[in-house]
């Protein structure tokens, strides 16, 4: 087979972070029973008109300055028409040929595999969402949901820049971490609070021009993004092996069988007869909000990273773990700020206080999922670094802090956890340690060396944990040392 590539682009619905929906003062939450959340005005019944939501409008502003777009002081709403059950107006209130932001970008850091690419955005517009049609509630029949009708949007449209389905899937993480940092959306996919149509087209390599794409829906994961581009990839490129024409469609993903399937042809923007929606004005956004908006953006996570690197000195590794949310990187910049100790409160953040998160099922984009507050585990770590306890003892001390809500120094008197440093206790547990044990002394002195650590294990033993390590290393190498 001749060698072809990809021409990927995406557009991604991303729900926004709402009380309310687009044009009404419904409620945009999600989970309540079936159309329960409507009025006249989501359901576009006569003589209902829709009012902006001035909150999802500053959000999308947000998001677009996010993505270093050009907002647009003028934009407007039109109707966009088509005919779906749940779709109850028959048209969807969005933007079209004057959206709210253009021109911006995504840098997409590479891994191993790729190279790391500029991602163009060509647009963040507004809109409302449809309803919701359930398959599963009625036997042999089609249920419709209108809860989500008018739930407010922005739709973010991709520039066709990538060119692997691993490439894709990069940037709908690094997308989604973007969104989740500007607290846009909280992006649960789950709940269709973000969302992927792909776009994919194949061509030689070499070539310069667009070949006939189709779009795929039906993405419920990042994972099944990029199985549905791997799948259409190859599906394109056997046709063009073959001497076929790809057909201009809407793909379906299946993700149980694997495979993408035809859904309907794929429309063109005439097809939905766009026109200005005659009961919404212009949408303006002063300059001054523009600004003012900017200006309270938070650091964004690459930057972040970039800067855990050269403030803090830890690995680049350790950075994208510890920016991965804003939570988690507040988090540890505050340990930082009182242990001063910033490799040790990396290794406390990805490891423990990660663990204790992700084994109750928290959400580490939630502060209150941290259960040990950042001053409580300061101390634990000083205790630490003072030789109060060792690093082993530390970690049990922080499992009785997370289950108890008690302070280490509470813990550690309490239960006896202080480590030994009386040097008559110590040589008393490394002469018993020597003695029970006369061959593997006569091995150590005969140069294995290694057996030191079988000894620091014997008085470990006997000390419960609680010996030393470095007074008991030195009382260890001067017994052994003599004959």
Wanted: charged residues 25%; proline residues 5%; hydrophobic residues 40%.
């Amino acid at each position: 087979m001749a060698a072809y590539e990809a021409v990927i682009g995406l557009e991604v619905h991303v729900q926004l972070r709402t009380d309310q929906k687009m044009f009404c003062a419904d409620s945009a939450a999600f989970g309540a029973e079936p159309n329960t959340n409507v009025c006249p005005v989501c359901l576009g019944l006569p003589g209902a008109l829709p009012v902006v939501n001035g909150v999802a409008v500053e959000l999308a502003i947000r998001a677009a300055l996010g993505l270093g777009c050009r907002i647009h002081e003028t934009s407007s709403f039109s109707r966009k028409n088509y005919f779906y059950p749940d779709l109850p107006k028959g048209y969807q209130i969005s933007q079209f040929d004057r959206p709210l932001a253009t021109d911006g970008f995504l840098n997409v850091p590479g891994d191993d595999q790729a190279e790391s690419r500029r991602v163009r955005i060509r647009r963040v517009h507004l809109e409302e969402d449809a309803g919701k049609s359930l398959h599963d509630r009625l036997p042999g029949a089609t249920a419709v949901d209108l809860n989500r009708a008018g739930v407010p949007l922005i739709e973010i449209v991709s520039e066709p820049d990538l060119r692997l389905p691993r490439e894709a899937r990069a940037y709908l993480q690094h997308l989604k971490q973007l969104m989740e940092y500007l607290d846009v959306s909280d992006c649960n996919m789950e709940e269709g609070s973000l969302r992927v149509d792909a776009n994919v087209s194949v061509r030689r390599e070499g070539e310069t021009g667009l070949g006939v794409k189709t779009e795929v829906k039906n993405l419920n994961s990042f994972s099944n993004v990029e199985r549905a581009l791997a799948f259409e990839f190859e599906r394109q490129a056997a046709i063009h092996e073959a001497g076929g024409c790809v057909v201009h469609q809407t793909m379906l993903w299946d993700a149980g069988r694997g495979e993408a399937r035809p859904m309907r042809a794929k429309e063109e923007s005439h097809d939905y007869r766009y026109f200005a929606d005659p009961d919404l004005p212009p949408l303006v956004v002063a300059r001054e909000q523009i600004e003012a908006t900017y200006g309270a953006l938070p650091e964004l996570p690459q930057a972040r990273r970039r800067r855990f690197v050269e403030q803090y000195g830890v690995p680049d590794y350790d950075a994208g773990v510890l920016t991965a949310t804003r939570t988690i990187g507040d988090y540890y910049e505050a340990v930082v700020g009182r242990a001063h100790d910033a490799k040790a409160a990396s290794n406390w953040v990805m490891g423990p206080v990660l663990q204790a998160v992700n084994e109750r099922g928290l959400d580490p984009r939630d502060p209150r999922s941290f259960l040990v507050e950042t001053a409580a585990l300061a101390e634990l770590m000083a205790l630490v670094a003072d030789g109060t306890i060792s690093q082993n003892v530390a970690k049990q001390v922080f499992q009785r802090m997370v289950e108890s809500g008690r302070g280490a120094q509470q813990i550690v008197e309490a239960e006896g956890l202080a480590q030994v440093r009386d040097a008559g206790q110590l040589a008393r547990w490394v002469d018993e340690a020597v003695l029970e044990n006369p061959k593997e002394v006569e091995r150590y002195r005969a140069g294995e060396d290694r057996l030191l650590a079988f000894f620091m294990g014997q008085v470990m033993r006997k000390s419960r944990g609680k010996a030393d390590p470095r007074q008991t290393n030195e009382l260890l190498r001067e017994k052994l040392g003599t004959s």
